[in-house]
């Protein structure tokens, strides 16, 4: 089974602080995606990844960066937290090709 | 990518049919028409998906309308463990970006 992982279920990180949100792929996926969620607003893509060192931009990228320097992992940066980007983030990766993306558990962040 | 329009809840009884439906009045003629759920405290999972054709596999089945202005999902035979949010989402054949709208959430009673 293909396996996304998720470094943290639950996280608190002060406002200011850069807090780095890391998801890790078994199945040699080139595409990795990451998500938050919040109520009544669904899933909203930030960033997503089709290769090793490549990048674009999602629905809201403003205050995230990411970075993919291995095919296998995808990192979410927030270079200094805010209260507004308390939410659960979901992590995913896909092959090329392949119609299903697989989720991991998610992160629940929360700034204070 | 095509915008979806879904209702925000159901409710359905155990061990009926559960009819989820989707708009997508916008959908390209390329876009397909992909289901995801969201069981609560999970990330979301593949149900199914489909171009222009009714679609079933072992979780439900694909109902799309022949302009493909809409579609359905039916789970045929509904359990406690079906409660879920359950997201409507077109995007172009293998397109790698995959964006989900609000959903709807789905009640199955007993």
């Known amino acids: 089974d293909v396996k996304v992982t998720q470094s943290s279920r639950y996280l608190v990180k002060r406002t200011g602080e850069k807090v780095f949100l890391e998801c890790v792929q078994d199945m040699d996926h080139e595409n990795m995606f990451w998500y938050r969620q919040d109520p009544g607003l669904g899933l909203r893509l930030i960033y997503f990844s089709y290769d090793v060192k490549m990048k674009e931009k999602g629905d809201i990228p403003e205050g995230y960066s990411v970075s993919r320097e291995k095919k296998e992992r995808f990192s979410l940066i927030l270079e200094s937290a805010s209260t507004n980007q308390t939410s659960m983030y979901l992590c995913a990766s896909r092959l090329t090709g392949a119609t299903e993306a697989f989720f991991g558990q998610g992160t629940r962040l929360t700034v204070v | ?110």
């Open chain 2, 1 to 110: 990518d095509a915008k979806t329009t879904q209702p925000p809840s159901m409710d359905c009884a155990e061990g009926r049919a559960a009819n989820l439906p989707c708009n997508h009045s916008t959908i390209s003629g390329n876009e397909y028409v992909y289901w995801y759920r969201q069981i609560h405290s999970q990330g979301p999972q593949y149900i199914i998906h489909g171009l222009k054709n009714n679609e079933t596999n072992e979780m439900a089945s694909l109902i799309i309308t022949e302009d493909r202005k809409s579609s359905t999902l039916i789970l045929p035979h509904a359990t406690l463990r079906d409660t879920a949010v359950y997201y409507c989402i077109v995007r172009v054949g293998y397109g790698n970006k995959l964006v989900f709208g609000a959903g709807t959430i789905l009640r199955v009673k007993s």
